[in-house]
Every structure is written in structure tokens, then in C-alpha cells.
């Protein structure tokens, strides 16, 4: 500015395309106009009862990408934090048992194993289904709000899994499995289009989907850390590892507590 020079600030806003240029005397400054505050949740929320989308993803990338990939932190200092804020002490005791049951699934995601799918379907039923029974049996928690339902590995890739409020079709897949295999084939106008058709990004996946991208994705990113250099894996939306993996938790998440799916393109 002191210099003269024109300046365009741009790119920090996502895909809402803000661009604005910056001319001493004549335009406003940068600070002008006061920027918003991140937005941060509860632990709680975040942790055991999300009620939207953003709860998810949130969930999926600032905590357990972190769990899993990240750095070996301690939970259990985010745990006491949130305890002397007053959150409930029920549920911060069922969270110390959740991260201490971490440590194994991260074992088995860094091992030479050849088995690999294995620790990923070990990971998916810790986060999905051992830990949302662990949160149904806080009964108190459930009386105001619908309770989660506890996913299952086996029967979602075979077709028989059904979630709460849907009913069965004839082949044996749930409802909303049908009702996303049509919405997957179904053109921009509404006609009918072949498999494959549409953006990938902006597909809404299914819950079979969602499972396979988990995997897929859990064991892309365990074997960048398993042939190194990496260590640890941090979340940037231009990796397609941990997008996908973002993606396919955070709508596994929702698909457990009833809240609506998001395609890759609403996720980044």
C-alpha cells in the first residue's frame, strides 16, 4: 500500500468466488470490513450428539482423520478441558474409554499386516458401531432426541442392513438403497441416464458406497504411512485421500444419527 502497488485479495472464501481488490484511497482496506469468527461446537456435540451436516463432517475431519492419521495426541487433556466446562461428566467418562480404545485401531492401520481390509473394517466397527452402543446405553441422553443407530459392516455390503424408519425392497436392498441407486442414474432433467453419468463430486453416494469409500480410503492413507516418509496424515482438501475419506465418514456418521447425507462437492 505505502508502495502504490494494486493488490487482489482472493481464494480464502472457498467456492463463493469473493474477489477484492485493494487501491490506496480508493477502495477499503482488508480490515475494513470485520471478518467472521470460526465457528466452533461443543465437544459434546461433536462427539456424541450431532444434529447436522457440518456436525459430521467437523467430527470426521478435526477428530477422527486425527485419531486415526494424525499425530498420537492427548484426548484425554481436550476430555478434562471439556469436563471443567461443565459438560456432562456421564459422557466426557464414556469419551476416556473411547480414546483409550483408539490406540488399537491405530496399531492395526500401521502394521505390515497384508491383511489390510481388515483394519479398516476394525476401525469401522469400533467408530460405528462399539461406540454408538456404548453411547445407547446413556439412556438419560436419548429422552429428548432420537437416538443413533449402530452401523454393521457385514450386512451394509451384503444388502440386508436397514436403517431406522426404512422399509425393505423385494431384492432385498433397503429403500433408501434403491432410492439412491435412482437418484445416482437420474439426468439433470429428470430422464434416466446410464451408470457413470453426472459429476462424480456431485453424486449422492449410498450407503454400500460410503462403506467401500471408507475403505478404500482408510487403506490409501494407511499405506502412505506404512511406506513413509509420512508419519502423520493431516486433513487439506486438495488431497483426494482425505477428502474421500471426510466424505465417506461423515456420511456414515449422519447415516447412523439420521441426519442427511452430503455428495463430495457439498463436503470440500
Known amino acids: ?46 462427539r456424541s450428539t450431532p444434529s447436522q451436516p457440518i456436525h459430521c463432517i467437523v467430527w470426521s475431519k478435526s477428530y ?32 476416556r474409554q473411547e480414546a483409550q480404545a483408539f490406540n488399537n485401531v491405530r496399531a492395526a492401520l500401521r502394521t505390515t499386516s497384508p491383511d489390510i481390509r481388515n483394519a479398516a473394517k476394525l476401525a469401522f466397527q469400533k467408530v460405528y458401531n462399539a461406540d454408538i452402543n456404548n453411547l445407547l446405553v446413556m439412556a438419560d441422553m436419548w429422552k429428548s432426541r432420537a437416538p443413533p443407530v449402530p452401523l454393521d459392516f457385514d450386512t451394509i455390503l451384503d444388502g440386508t442392513f436397514v436403517l431406522r424408519g426404512e422399509g425393505t425392497s423385494k431384492d432385498g436392498g433397503s429403500a433408501t438403497e434403491q432410492a439412491d441407486r435412482m437418484t445416482l442414474n437420474a439426468g439433470v432433467n429428470g430422464s434416466m441416464a446410464p451408470n457413470g453419468a453426472g459429476l462424480r463430486d456431485q453424486r449422492t453416494l449410498s450407503l454400500k458406497d460410503n462403506v467401500e469409500l471408507f475403505v478404500d480410503s482408510v487403506n490409501r492413507l494407511a499405506a502412505r504411512l506404512r511406506s513413509g516418509p509420512e508419519t502423520t496424515i493431516s486433513f487439506d482438501k486438495d488431497d483426494d485421500d482425505t477428502l474421500d475419506f471426510v466424505t465417506a465418514a461423515s456420511n456414515l ?3 447412523a444419527y439420521g441426519i442427511n447425507r452430503q455428495t463430495r462437492w457439498e463436503v470440500k
Request: negative net charge; aromatic residues 4%; charged residues 20%.
Open 64 to 95: 477422527l482423520l486425527g485419531q486415526l492419521f494424525g499425530e498420537d495426541e492427548d484426548a484425554i487433556g481436550e476430555l478434562d478441558a471439556a469436563e471443567q466446562r461443565g459438560e456432562n461428566a456421564q459422557e466426557i467418562a464414556t469419551l
Open 1 to 46: 500500500m505505502a508502495a502504490q502497488v494494486p493488490l487482489v485479495e482472493s481464494g480464502t472464501a472457498g467456492y463463493l468466488g469473493q474477489v477484492q481488490p485493494l487501491l490506496k484511497d480508493n477502495t477499503e482496506c482488508f480490515d475494513c470490513i470485520p471478518k467472521p469468527t470460526p465457528k466452533t461446537y461443543p465437544v459434546c456435540t461433536i
Open 253 to 255: 456418521r449422519s447415516a
